[in-house]
C-alpha cells in the first residue's frame, strides 16, 4: 500500500472522554440512561457490546450534572491503568454516560459503517501509544495521530458484515452454553 491509501485515525473518528461518577449516584439499577464503568465490560451479554450495566441515572440528573451523552454506535474503552492494558473495546447499543476512566470514539464522515469502526480499533495495541510509566494512559492527542488503512465505504460495510455476523454467532454459543451449565447445575441440585 502507498502513503496515500492510508489515513491518520482523527480522520475517521472523534474522542470523547467520560464523567466522574460520585458514589452516591451509583448503585441504581433502573433509569434513563445507562452510566457504565469498566467493569460493565464484563457482564453476560456485553461480550461486544454493551447490552447491560449496573448503575443507571435519571435523564434530569444528566442534564444538572452536565454529563455527557455517548451516541449510540460509539466504541467505548478504557483509557487508564491495567484495564487500558488488556485492549478491550464495546460498542454502545443505546445513548449512555460513561465514567472518567473511559473514552468514546464516534464515527465521522469517512467512516461509513460504526461497526467497521469497532474492529479497526479492536485490532490497534493501545499499548504501543500509551504514556506514563507507573499508570498507562491514552491521550486524545496521541489517539488521533495513529494510521490507519483507508478502506472505501463498501469495503468497510463488507468487512463489518462478516466479522458482524461472526460474533454475533460467538456471542449466541456462549449463551447457550451459560444456559446449558445452568441447565446441568439445576439438575445436579435436584440429585
Not at 464503568?37 to 434530569?60: M, P, R
Not at 491503568?81 to 473511559?102: E, H
Request: proline share 3%.
Amino acid at each position: 500500500m502507498t502513503e496515500s491509501n492510508y489515513l491518520i485515525l482523527g480522520d475517521l473518528c472523534t474522542f470523547t472522554a467520560g464523567n466522574a461518577f460520585k458514589t452516591e449516584f451509583q448503585g441504581n439499577p433502573s433509569g434513563d440512561l445507562p452510566f457504565i464503568k469498566v467493569s460493565d465490560f464484563e457482564l453476560l451479554g456485553n461480550k461486544y457490546k454493551i447490552n447491560h450495566a449496573n448503575n443507571w441515572i435519571s435523564s434530569e440528573l444528566a442534564l444538572t450534572e452536565r454529563f455527557k451523552r455517548h451516541e449510540a454506535n460509539s466504541i467505548v474503552f478504557a483509557k487508564i491503568g491495567v484495564a487500558l492494558t488488556s485492549n478491550r473495546r464495546r460498542i454502545l447499543t443505546r445513548d449512555t454516560i460513561i465514567d472518567n476512566n473511559l473514552m468514546c470514539a464516534t464515527a465521522k464522515e469517512y467512516c461509513s459503517d460504526p461497526l467497521f469502526l469497532y474492529y479497526l480499533l479492536s485490532n490497534l495495541d493501545f499499548n504501543l501509544i500509551s504514556s506514563g510509566s507507573a499508570i498507562p494512559y491514552l491521550t486524545v492527542a496521541d489517539l488521533r495521530e495513529i494510521p490507519v488503512p483507508y478502506h472505501s465505504s463498501t469495503n468497510q460495510k463488507a468487512i463489518a458484515h462478516i466479522l458482524g455476523t461472526l460474533d454475533d454467532k460467538i456471542e449466541l454459543n456462549q449463551k447457550m452454553n451459560q444456559t446449558l451449565e445452568d441447565i446441568a447445575k439445576a439438575i445436579f441440585k435436584s440429585w
